[in-house]
């Protein structure tokens, strides 16, 4: 009862700390950016530093010294916690352009609006692009828009943009009793390896934070390539977590329940060559998942992708038609807001996706992309499994940032086998009916940043949940969360983090026995605010922290 009440008090005085920034941004109002209503009230819920600065405790685990440089705390094997701040538009550190306008449509007083606007982006598609890869922008300019089917971006450097994502600016309306994605962006795209380019890793150990190994050969390798570090997933590994046991499902016929296989959750790192030195390759992010030869070790190669680039969905309001009065059943109507496929340098900007199942979904083939003060409110849906994601970053080097949810089940979530880095910024969730983190089968590398959900946020062993998603992720770091339940459980081989988090910390709902994660300064908030811009800040200096959130970092 004593640790309850504690836990209830310190959530309070959170809360405060965070409702106290509306006040602070009207003295500091250059620190914080610009946005919709709700995307400053997502920000001030979670921006509590320049309150709490004075008196938030410290961590060990990641330390600001004077010069602005972090220190981390290594355990026994060199593991730390990872860097985060290459996620996001550009590798992180840059602001999402505002790309000209070259053709701009108005409502029409009926019909259907999605051939014309089709015919629109195809247009700029079609045009030369310039010497940044912008070919421009089709502007729906304000009023309401009906869209039976779907619209696709597929070519670089087009932009669909609106003009307000508010109930009186641009309002998208997906029609129709059809489960769909409203808008595409960039197709789907495989991967494929460069044949004789493979070089395996010769390091009997590779620490999950680090970002540099040796190799048997670099033939063929140079600063600047992209290559892919693949992680293979040997049947000894899933022995030693003990996904080729998992329970069955109560209730369940025998076998029912899918166990894990070897070669099933290989992991293949997207990254580029900074340096050579000898055999040594360094890179620009930390590999995420630890390189252990007793695990079957890791190799590199080279690879082709093609992907769309430069290209976004801005100041939009996107409503799916459904039939009133069946909130909770409804199902026959469109289903996901904006799906980024094979893209880099992508971004979804000031769009709210009302009564849709899932808001904006980062496919795995997307890369350096930014989600951006955008909300998800009140899907229609059945609430059960499957249904109601509101952000999900599935693929790498994601950022969701200033990001709000209402009614959603899994509003800041990655999916399976999702290899980081990701970031989740300053999000808010609201009357949610499940919880935040990594939903299935080995997430690594993703940061939760000032996250806030209402109900729970959980990392742990799932077990029979679904299929058999068993460990759901690794190398999972909650930086100043709250939330009214917080799960961190550590997997073999692997570590999760909990560090100056408000909530009540509980065990895992289908594994608690398990042992917990790191879990430091609970009930406190730490400094730095948040990692990711601290990160950033180390890396690139305080200017690129202004980029992404307008706060100012010393």
């Given amino acids: 009862m004593v640790a309850a009440d504690k836990h209830k008090r310190a959530f309070a005085a959170q809360r405060s700390r965070r409702a106290s920034v509306l006040r ?21 819920a979670v921006c509590c530093f320049a309150i ?28 730390t916690i990872p860097d985060f701040s290459r996620a996001g538009y550009r590798g992180g550190g840059v602001a999402l352009p505002d790309m000209p306008v070259v053709i ?42 009906h869209v039976g089917g779907n619209l696709a971006i597929r070519a670089s450097g087009v932009v669909l943009r609106g003009e307000g994502s508010g109930e009186d600016g641009t309002l998208m309306l997906a029609t129709g009793q059809k489960q769909r994605t409203l808008i595409e962006v960039g197709a789907r795209a495989s991967r494929r390896e460069t044949p004789g380019s493979l070089r395996r890793v010769t390091d009997a150990y590779v620490p999950w934070s680090a970002k540099s190994f040796s ?23 899933i022995h030693e977590l003990g996904m080729d046991r998992i329970k069955n499902r109560p209730g369940a016929k025998a076998g029912e329940t899918k166990q894990w296989t070897a070669g099933g959750f290989d992991l293949h790192l997207e990254r580029t060559i900074v340096a050579i030195e000898g055999m040594r390759l360094t890179l620009d992010a930390p590999v995420m998942n630890a390189l252990d030869a007793k695990f079957g070790g890791a190799a590199v190669y080279r690879f082709t992708l093609a992907r769309a680039t430069e290209c976004g969905v801005e100041n939009l309001r996107l409503v799916s038609e459904y039939e009133k009065g069946r909130e909770t059943s409804d199902e026959a109507h469109a289903w996901i807001g904006v799906a980024l496929g094979a893209v880099e340098n992508a971004w979804v900007r000031q769009v709210a996706v009302v009564h849709f199942s899932h808001a904006v979904q980062a496919d795995g083939a997307s890369i350096f992309v930014t989600v951006q003060d955008c909300a998800h409110l009140d899907p229609v849906s059945q609430i059960t499994g499957g249904r109601r994601y509101s952000f999900s970053l599935n693929g790498q080097y994601g950022l969701a940032v200033r990001c709000h949810a209402r009614g959603a089940r899994h ?3 990655t999916g399976s086998r999702v290899c980081g880095p990701n970031v989740f910024l300053d999000g808010t969730a609201v009357q949610s009916h499940a919880d935040s983190g990594p939903h299935h089968r080995w997430a690594v590398g993703t940061l939760y940043d000032n996250i806030s959900d209402d109900n729970q946020l959980r990392v742990q062993d799932r077990q029979w949940a679904g299929s058999g998603h068993g460990w759901a992720g690794a190398q999972q770091v909650l930086w100043n969360c709250t939330s009214r339940t917080i799960v961190v459980q550590q997997p ?31 009930g406190a908030p730490v400094e730095p605010r948040s990692l990711y811009l601290a990160q950033l800040a180390a890396r690139l200096g305080p200017a690129a922290v202004k980029q992404v959130s307008g706060e100012l970092v010393k």
Wanted: charged share 20%.
């Fill in 24 to 44: 602070v941004r009207m003295v500091l109002p250059e620190f914080l950016p610009p946005g919709p209503a709700w995307s400053r009230g997502a920000l001030a």
């Fill in 52 to 79: 709490a600065r004075a008196t938030a405790a410290t961590t060990d685990w990641v330390r600001v010294g004077p010069d602005g440089r972090l220190t981390y705390k290594a355990d026994a094997r060199g593991n």
């Fill in 411 to 413: 509003t800041f979530v």
């Fill in 104 to 145: 701009k449509l108005a409502p029409q007083p009926s019909g259907d609006d999605g051939a014309r606007i089709q015919a629109a982006l195809d247009d700029v598609g079609g045009r030369a692009a310039d010497a940044r890869g912008f070919r421009g922008a089709v502007l729906l300019q304000r009023g309401t828009y």
């Fill in 492 to 522: 073999p081989t692997a570590q999760n983090y909990a560090i100056g988090c408000v909530g009540q910390f509980a065990a895992g709902e289908w594994s608690p026995q398990a042992p917990r994660g790191v879990i430091a300064s609970a």
């Fill in 215 to 237: 190799v048997e050969s670099v033939d063929g390798l140079k600063v600047g390539d992209r290559i892919i570090v693949h992680r293979p997933s040997t049947a000894a590994w």
